[in-house]
């Protein structure tokens, strides 16, 4: 992707991706079903780059957090279902970005003590391949070779690591989030096993 | 989500196994143009597409960070299941319930340093970490670690990256020979024994403070952070940092809060205000085997500030680029970076 994207694509990756916890917290508080909030946060994603790719904010993070409460409002008017009394928390519409997240500037260790969390959770082959190809930056067939499985598995397992890390290492820790979602992971992925490509 | 909203995205779900895929096939290492002009497609075909794709790929890079778990390690092999659990990155926490830690402290016997050693030559299959043995005990780190051993005394000695002492404690003095890089020492009072840095042919005597003492080849620097140390023949107080080539010795006096954040490679950073980039990028360079270099003089003047991972030179290569207008050409086991 040499093109003009490229640096908006990595402002994307840096100043709003970077928030992917403190937006789902959030979302989980000013939103009352939690099972729409990973499909609410790829909205919020799409509003925010295309509105980027117009004009780069000033202000990233506040910026992201208006889209936010911008679309929630959208959504509310337009179902009419949803009373504002649904609403989980109506004040939460209304916080300041700065609240939302004074643990947001997670140490760099905790970022590595989840990261190392999640790594240690995958099932052990898919754990090994992640660490391999992730840490020693060994080409994914080299890795084949030494798992002694086909590099089809091999993708199989980065594919399902690269997922499980990226939400350790953004994703929401609220403890009433990750367990629902998590187990959302779980049905996919197990799904996925038994049908295995590889 | 609802009826109504889902022609807005095709799910989260579906998208982001598909945006998954597309990164693990271009990793593959059998990836052509015309896969890439495939992708390309997929990415412009909508944004959730591309918004999707980013969200991954920022994860996977972001997971170079595990990187720093495995500096030292032999490559091609998997360090054992919480083999990091009392890593020096992993201050306890009062939250982690995680397993990691459960296990690591089953396994970890009582001494700290030993349970460093320990997880260490777990992770380095037979490499030695720690060796007993004259002239005094010896310890290292890799490039990127940073162990912290406490002394018999009650004294700490904390490692940066890429560093080597010998410590030696006897009834007259403490005695610590700096081989290489930079250890930061948390001086147990002893009035009896006074405690004493050699790095090279310059020698350091506290009593009982805080201090760093870094070698780069015959120079040295001593910052301190409290008390008053003595450095040759100077004595040096709290906020003093001093530099010594040769015979000749600057002593810059600090505000105490800048001396310590010369020192905030203890807590796994590394802070600049105003540093010129070139003064940076060779602190980064210190932690990593990646070498990160300014082609020209003009580049490496550009004063930058912040807070960084030292292990994560990507991010700050990334960083610069974007913030100075900087290209980055990478090879292998370099990068150089150039104003145009």
Same mark, same amino acid.
């Not at chain 2, 060796?131 to 290292?140: I, Q, S, T, V």
């Given at each position: ?108 260790h905790q970022e590595l003590r989840h990261l190392a969390e ?81 | ?83 990091w659990?009392?890593?020096?990155f992993f201050?306890?926490s009062?939250?982690s319930?995680g397993?990691i ?71 007259? =003095?403490?005695?610590? &020979?700096?081989? !290489?890089?930079? #250890?930061?020492?948390?001086? @147990?009072? +002893? *009035? ?86 070139? =003064?940076?990028?060779? &602190?980064?360079? !210190?932690?990593? #085997?990646?070498?990160?270099? @300014?082609? +020209? *003089? ?43």
């Amino acid at each position: 992707m040499a093109d003009s994207n490229e640096s908006l694509d990595t402002w994307f990756k840096r100043e709003i991706v970077a928030h992917e916890g403190a937006l789902e917290r959030y979302l989980l508080r000013a939103w009352p079903n939690p099972h729409d909030v990973l499909d609410l946060r790829q909205d919020i994603y799409v509003r925010v780059y295309e509105a980027a790719a117009k004009a780069r904010p000033y202000a990233p993070k506040s910026f992201l957090f208006t889209t936010a409460r911008h679309l929630l409002a959208d959504r509310l008017r337009r179902k009419r279902i949803v009373s504002i009394d649904a609403v989980g928390d109506p004040d939460a519409l209304n916080v300041l970005v700065e609240d939302l997240s004074p643990e947001h500037r997670t140490a760099a260790h905790q970022e590595l003590r989840h990261l190392a969390e999640a790594l240690d959770a995958l099932p052990p082959q898919c754990r090994n391949a992640v660490w391999l190809r992730r840490v020693d930056e060994i080409p994914q067939k080299e890795v084949a070779r030494l798992l002694g499985v086909t590099p089809k598995r091999v993708e199989k397992h980065l594919r399902k690591g690269i997922l499980r890390l990226t939400a350790a290492l953004f994703g929401s820790q609220d403890p009433r989030a990750v367990p629902r979602l998590e187990t959302q992971h779980e049905e996919h992925d197990e799904g996925e096993d038994g049908h295995g490509r590889g | 989500m609802d009826g109504d909203d889902s022609k807005e995205t095709p799910g989260h779900r579906a998208l982001q196994d598909e945006a998954v895929a597309w990164l693990v096939r271009r990793d593959s290492g059998e990836w052509t143009q015309a896969a890439q002009a495939r992708l390309d497609a997929w990415l412009a075909t909508s944004t959730a597409h591309r918004v999707a794709f980013l969200r991954v790929e920022a994860g996977w890079e972001g997971a170079a960070r595990l990187k720093a778990l495995g500096a030292g390690h032999s490559p091609g092999s998997v360090p054992p299941l919480g083999a990091w659990g009392q890593s020096p990155f992993f201050e306890p926490s009062p939250r982690s319930s995680g397993s990691i830690q459960t296990r690591a402290v089953e396994r970890i016997p009582r001494r700290p340093w030993f349970a460093m050693a320990a997880a260490v030559v777990l992770a380095l299959g037979a490499a030695a970490y720690f060796h007993r043995g004259e002239p005094g005990d010896r310890y290292n780190t890799p490039i990127g670690g940073v162990a912290v051993v406490p002394l018999q005394d009650g004294s700490n000695i904390t490692l940066s990256t890429r560093t080597e002492v010998r410590v030696e404690l006897n009834a007259k =003095e403490r005695r610590i &020979e700096l081989d !290489r890089g930079e #250890a930061f020492f948390q001086v @147990a009072k +002893d *009035p009896t024994r006074p405690f004493v840095v050699r790095a090279g042919d310059k020698r350091i005597v506290a009593v009982g403070t805080q201090f760093s003492v870094r070698r780069t080849g015959d120079d040295v620097r001593v910052v301190v952070t409290e008390g008053t140390v003595r450095f040759e023949t100077v004595a040096l107080t709290a906020g003093s940092v001093a530099r010594a080539r040769e015979q000749d010795l600057l002593v810059q006096r600090e505000p105490l809060p800048v001396a310590e954040q010369i020192l905030s490679w203890r807590q796994g950073y590394l802070t600049f205000h105003d540093t010129p980039l070139g =003064e940076a990028l060779s &602190e980064f360079n !210190r932690y990593n #085997a990646h070498q990160v270099n @300014a082609a +020209d *003089p003009q580049t490496a003047a550009i004063q930058i500030s912040g807070m960084f991972r030292p292990t994560h030179y990507e991010a700050f290569v990334r960083l610069v680029q974007d913030g100075y207008g900087l290209k980055a050409r990478t090879s292998a086991d370099t990068t150089v970076l150039s104003r145009e």
